[in-house]
């Protein structure tokens, strides 16, 4: 988790310490670009971005989705590849990274390999055929 990203990682934190995503599924599984989950709530309040110039979506980096300029809340995805300069120059100044995935990478590999279906939602085929349910989740030192 990142120092430099406080409002962000205190969101998530407070998120996996309330236990808000333990039964969650990864929703959306895009093989070569990223994996995400966190849907659920929608009375979350929604945070500030907090990108910067140091803010690079590259592989195993954590990220918020949000549906605009500071607009994220629970929805997270990991990069499954270096995903900086995606749909332009925009990816990078679009969604704050404050983590990356230090351990369980072959976890988050092997979730991104799923067989998918059509998701109406995103309008693509992205949604896992048989869910991907994160267990639980916690914040180790």
Do not use: H
Request: proline share 5%.
């Amino acid at each position: 988790m990142r120092n430099d990203k406080p409002i962000t990682t205190a969101n998530f934190v407070g998120l996996v310490n309330e236990g808000y995503y333990n039964g969650t599924t990864f929703m959306r599984v895009i093989a070569g670009f990223m994996i995400q989950g966190g849907e659920g709530k929608t009375t979350e309040p929604e945070i500030q971005d907090e990108i910067g110039n140091d803010n690079v979506n590259s592989n195993m980096t954590i990220a918020m989705a949000n549906a605009g300029p500071n607009t994220a809340s629970t929805q997270f995805f990991i990069n499954v590849a270096d995903n900086n300069n995606i749909q332009g120059p925009t990816f990078d100044t679009s969604y704050t990274v404050f983590g990356q995935v230090i351990y369980g990478q072959n976890t988050v590999m092997a979730i991104s390999n799923v067989a998918v279906q059509y998701s109406s939602i995103y309008n693509e085929y992205s949604q896992p055929v048989t869910p991907v349910t994160l267990i639980g989740a916690v914040v180790m030192p």
